[in-house]
């Protein structure tokens, strides 16, 4: 079952097309929902398909208590990641760019830091505002860094947003060990999924509406991704786009980072495995983006459950090795055919 | 070389100044040894007095030890950060940004996971080190050897690729760690990153001893490496065998990153700042001034550091928070000053 889950986008390659894809896609679909099943299967507390059928009430107060609400955290979660990637790469006109390697995680962990440091004891909703201050913060200096490069297709891009990461990440360490929080930091950071049950991931329930807002707003994106002039000359109010752009992104990123920690290449991999597959247009892409950022989160959240179980590692941890390597794959696969 | 157009050495080119790279080098040295000696031998009192100390006691063994440290950390950066950038014709990319440090802590969290806690529990230090060491070597000559006789479009996608890969090999050390029972874990973790001011000393012998051996056969390799300035072809046009250059290069610098790593853990930007001011401030191109410029630089800036902050701010193990937050801005500043080959 995991393992199905990890090959699946591994064999679907950029390279084969279209064909490969009228193939991979469907069978996406079925990997998706029996992932997800799986999820809501697999847990400490013992809960069986024949008990839930049979209509047992413990089993279906914990299903809903823990199960469900870690099932959808997840899906959330990966949303928000891969629409948050796909946003940025239509924005900045660069395949590489997502919240990782833009910098805006660890600007939602300085924000995340400097909550605790100032507010103490804020509520979560405090942090989640904060967090998606500095986010949005982030994504503006980054965008007006990179604004200065010439070739927007180069790779410095995410160069430069992965080295302002570890700025801001430096500063976040330092502010961390100055107020005896580099724990609470470092365990916040590696997230996860392992104490999410009902009352706790509601607020992920924002990046729904962030999720349906990007469907909806799909083609400005579109066109927005064609460059600030032709934009401009086919009629869209390019600043206003930007705007609206970053702001779901800092949302997203902000909720997504409070709720569960940074969740690493998530946003890279997926929109640019369907756009090898389905081509760039981004409305038709964004169902496939959701079900493939599923498949991949879900996945991974599950190879961290059955290894160490009764432990778990954190989603995070699987989903740095999975992305980073298909991201490697993809940077190794293009660099013969693709002038970056 | 597709890596040259993108970073010709500047160097090269650049104009000559009054002050010879004698002088230049002679007030390193004493600013060096001035920074060393004022570190072992001035302390706070009780009574928020900084003097002089002369009292030989514990304090001043865990100080010596840890300037021990400082010498091999600022000797292995210098060294490994000017090497790498002579023999890739770059000068971004350091050994750490691209991630060897990470695989030298990989390579160490497989064999644990594969061996077991004894294979770091080893009382004898010096045939673990070397075989961590080999392995380290193998590694790094095959993985960095093929990225770079690889054709890459450009050195921004050369160098994207190297970061990752850092990231990669430090996701999954961190999911073996997880794998781990904490017994083992702990055995890893103690073995595996030092601090400069926790060093850990049965490594010292060992490590300074690789040290010298590597430092004898750079020294008498710097005239070739002055030729690999050039670039590739015209160094093999005067006749250097590129292939076993880079080959030998990358195998002394991944000794020189595992001694390091082993002694204060992964400094990512450390090497490039101080291998970014000695090509300013040496006065001479050549790796006779450059490399022990990077080292003196090194030394200053540790040990002047860490007396800063241990006796001013009362902050210790913060310097390496430091050198991460100005080497980031500084080689921010360094992709910026190449706009015109972006």
């Known amino acids: 079952m995991t393992d199905t889950a990890t090959d699946a986008p591994a064999q679907a390659g950029p390279r084969k097309g279209t064909r490969l894809g009228r193939v991979a896609l469907p069978l996406l679909a079925v990997v998706c929902v029996a992932l997800l099943l799986a999820s809501l299967m697999t847990g400490e507390y013992h809960i069986t398909l024949a008990g839930l059928l049979a209509g047992d009430a413990e089993m279906w107060r914990m299903f809903f208590i823990s199960r469900v609400p870690r099932t959808l955290a997840l ?98 360490t330092y502010l961390a060990i100055g ?61 206003l786009t930007m705007g609206i752009g970053v702001t779901m992104v800092a949302l997203a990123s902000g909720v997504t980072s409070v709720v569960v920690g940074f969740i690493p290449f998530l946003g890279l991999v997926v929109p640019n495995i369907i756009s090898a597959l389905r081509g760039d247009d981004v409305r038709s892409g964004l169902p496939w983006v959701a079900v493939l950022a599923t498949v991949l989160i879900v996945g991974c959240d599950l190879i961290g459950r059955v290894v160490v179980r009764p432990m778990e590692i954190p989603v995070s941890v699987i989903m740095g090795v999975v992305g980073a390597v298909t991201f490697l794959a993809i940077l190794l696969t293009r660099r013969n055919r693709v002038a970056l | 070389m597709s890596l040259s157009e993108a970073t010709s050495a500047p160097a ?5 100044s009054r002050v010879g790279w004698r002088t230049r080098m002679a007030i390193a040295a004493t600013l060096a040894v001035a920074c060393l000696t004022v570190y072992l031998l001035m302390r706070t009192g009780a009574d928020d007095v900084l003097r002089w100390d002369f009292q030989f006691g514990l304090s001043f063994e865990r100080r010596l030890r840890t300037a021990t440290a400082i010498l091999i950390a600022a000797f292995c950066g210098a060294l490994s950060t000017v090497l790498f950038h002579t023999v890739t014709h770059n000068r971004i990319l350091t050994p750490s940004i691209i991630g060897l440090d990470s695989l030298y802590v990989l390579i160490q969290t497989v064999g644990v996971f594969l061996v077991g806690g004894r294979f770091v529990d080893n009382g004898d230090s010096v045939p673990q080190f070397v075989a961590q060491t080999a392995a380290m070597v193998m590694f790094a000559a095959v993985l960095y050897g093929w990225l770079f006789s690889g054709r890459f479009a450009s050195l921004f996608l050369l160098l994207l690729a190297g970061v990752v890969l ?72 005067l006749g250097v065998n590129h292939q076993r250059e880079l080959t030998l290069a990358l195998v002394l610098i991944a000794v020189l990153v595992s001694i390091s790593t082993a002694l204060v853990g992964p400094m990512m930007f450390f090497g490039f700042i101080i291998a970014t001011l000695s090509y300013q401030l040496a006065g001479d191109w050549r790796h006779r001034a450059t490399l022990p410029m990077a080292f003196l630089i090194g030394v200053i800036m540790l040990a002047g550091g860490q007396f800063i902050l241990h006796n001013i701010f009362y902050a210790n193990g913060m310097l390496t928070v430091i050198i991460e937050f100005v080497g980031g801005i500084l080689f921010l500043a360094m992709l910026f000053r190449r706009r015109g080959t972006m």
Not at chain 2, 12 to 16: D, N, S
Not at chain 2, 188 to 194: C, D, F, P, Q
């Open chain 1, 75 to 172: 899906v959330f979660a990966g949303l928000a990641m891969s629409f948050s990637g796909v946003i940025m790469q239509r924005l900045t006109q660069n395949r590489f760019v997502e919240p990782t390697t833009a910098g805006t995680a660890e600007w939602a962990g300085l924000g995340v830091l400097l909550c605790m440091l100032y507010i103490p004891g804020a509520s979560p909703m405090v942090r989640m505002i904060a967090a998606t201050a500095t986010a949005f913060v982030g994504t503006l200096v980054f965008l007006g860094f990179i604004s200065r490069i010439r070739a927007r297709r180069s790779a410095i891009v995410p160069l430069v947003g992965l080295m302002l990461g570890a700025v801001v990440s430096a500063i976040t």
């Open chain 1, 179 to 239: 107020a005896n929080l580099l724990q609470a930091v470092v365990s916040w950071r590696s997230g996860g999924f392992a104490h999410i049950v009902r009352g706790f991931y509601e607020p992920l329930w924002a990046v729904a509406i962030i999720a349906v807002a990007t469907y909806l707003l799909a083609n400005y994106f579109t066109i927005a991704g064609l460059g600030k002039d032709v934009a401009t000359s086919l009629g869209l109010r390019y600043g």
């Open chain 2, 12 to 16: 090269l080119a650049g104009r000559t």
């Open chain 2, 166 to 237: 850092g990231l990669a090999f430090r996701a999954f050390a961190e999911f073996l760690q997880r794998l781990l029972s904490p017994t083992e874990f702990d055995a890893l973790s103690i073995k595996l990153y030092g601090r400069l001011t926790a060093v850990n000393a049965d490594l010292l012998p060992i490590a300074g001893i690789a040290c010298l051996v590597v430092g004898v056969i750079v020294w008498q390799r710097r005239r070739v490496l002055d030729v690999l300035l050039l670039g590739r072809d015209p160094a093999m046009g």
